[in-house]
């Protein structure tokens, strides 16, 4: 799940395997069904993997975005929905892993008609695949794939859905690093912190709206003007910097794509946390390795950024909001569990959140 390639590698990985032994996809539990899907009257390219039912039907978002070669999109998609397997286990809901790829740049290649094309392709998994949002996708496209398919969670509240998951997935991640905090610093307190948050899109911002609250200070980095722009506006106090990993940090918060924890970042980060939204942050599992020896605290990323899925299913569910709020804050016990399973038995926080997922995933078999 962790491991990314780079565009001419994934090309190459993929022109020497057979998709069944891709090395993103045969990895135990191994990917159940990888669905291509095209229309050719709206350009939609899409590909939507269901990694994993045992626990419940797959839900995870959609992510569109200008991918540089293809094998970059089958590579992502992968990833993500395996991700999203660890990720509902963990979180304790009964569902399974999925995720699908638009590949396009969504400033130019999105319109209305290929989202309701989507749509059909997502109705045609009758249910095995229930999607929602994520890079690239807002609660305004949910709407518009909705007009395909029932199978779509986060539709905007005038659409008949709870909006977009990402102020609970921001809260998620907070309640994490107030887990990481106590353990790393003794305290939750976060005044005088600085917080690096990388990516202000609708995540990002929203996680620095709570960290300001907080008292910590954020530093932000985005390379998309108008995510800047809408920062600087928000938050005049918060400093935009070009990179936030180089910078002096207490915490690192990854918002934007994965693969950004590399050996060299773990190796230099001044950072005594990482804790962040993105999917797939490190680029290899032995990363953490680094990152241990030089006592930097990484909590996963599928612990930490669980409350979209939570608000998802909560509201597939029709639970109350105040139940979906309540679960995304027990991140916080569930995020300070791990890393004192992590502690107590002498193994990463990787391999203490695995140890939760294999449970749950052995009591479904
Ligand atoms: N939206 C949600 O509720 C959830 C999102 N996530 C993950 O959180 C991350 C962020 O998601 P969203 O905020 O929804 O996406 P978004 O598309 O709204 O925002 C991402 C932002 O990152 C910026 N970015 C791209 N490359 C960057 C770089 N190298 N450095 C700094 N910024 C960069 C983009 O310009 C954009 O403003 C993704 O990895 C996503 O998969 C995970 C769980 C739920
Ligand atoms: O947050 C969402 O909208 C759905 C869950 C998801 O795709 C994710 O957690 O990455």
């Not at 057979?18 to 996809?25: E, G, Q, R, T």
């Not at 229309?39 to 039907?57: F, S």
């Not at 409350?307 to 299913?313: E, H, P």
Request: hydrophobic share 40%.
């Amino acid at each position: 799940m962790t491991t990314a390639h780079s565009s001419s590698e994934a090309t190459r990985v993929l022109a020497q395997t057979s998709v069944f032994s891709h090395p993103d996809m045969s990895i135990d539990p191994p990917h159940e069904q990888v669905v291509f899907c095209r229309d050719a009257e709206t350009g939609l390219r899409a590909i939507i993997a269901v990694h994993n039912t045992a626990l419940g039907p797959a839900l995870g978002g959609t992510r569109m975005y200008p991918y540089a070669a293809e094998a970059d999109a089958v590579g992502d998609v992968l990833r993500l929905s395996r991700g999203m397997t660890f990720k509902s286990a963990a979180a304790g809901l009964d569902l399974g892993g999925g995720k699908a790829v638009i590949i396009g740049d969504p400033a130019v290649h999105k319109s209305p008609d290929l989202l309701r094309a989507y749509g059909r392709f997502v109705d045609t998994l009758g249910g095995r695949y229930i999607t929602a949002g994520d890079v690239g996708t807002t609660s305004d496209d949910m709407d518009l794939i909705g007009e395909g398919t029932s199978y779509v969670a986060s539709k905007t509240v005038a659409g008949g859905g709870w909006g977009d998951t990402a102020p609970m997935t921001a809260l998620g991640v907070f309640y994490s690093l107030l887990a990481a905090a106590e353990r790393v610093w003794g305290s939750a307190d976060l005044t005088g912190r600085t917080v690096g948050v990388e990516g202000v899109g609708k995540v990002g911002v929203q996680l620095a709206d709570l960290l300001t609250g907080a008292g910590a200070t954020v530093l932000a980095a985005d390379p998309y003007a108008p995510a800047r722009e809408a920062f600087a506006a928000r938050f005049p106090q918060a400093r935009i910097v070009d990179d936030v990993r180089s910078a002096q940090l207490d915490v690192y918060a990854p918002c934007a794509m994965g693969g950004t924890v590399t050996e060299t970042l773990a190796g230099e980060t001044a950072a005594a946390i990482i804790c962040g939204a993105a999917n797939n942050q490190l680029t290899s599992p032995s990363v953490e390795q680094v990152l241990g020896a030089r006592g930097v605290t990484w909590v996963p990323d599928y612990i930490a950024n669980a409350g979209g899925v939570i608000q998802a299913f909560g509201e597939q569910q029709n639970w109350t909001r105040d139940r979906a709020q309540e679960k995304v804050e027990a991140l916080r016990d569930r995020a300070g569990h791990v890393l004192d399973t992590a502690a107590s038995k002498k193994i990463t926080c990787g391999d203490a959140a695995r140890l939760i997922v294999a449970e749950r995933l052995s009591q479904a078999r």
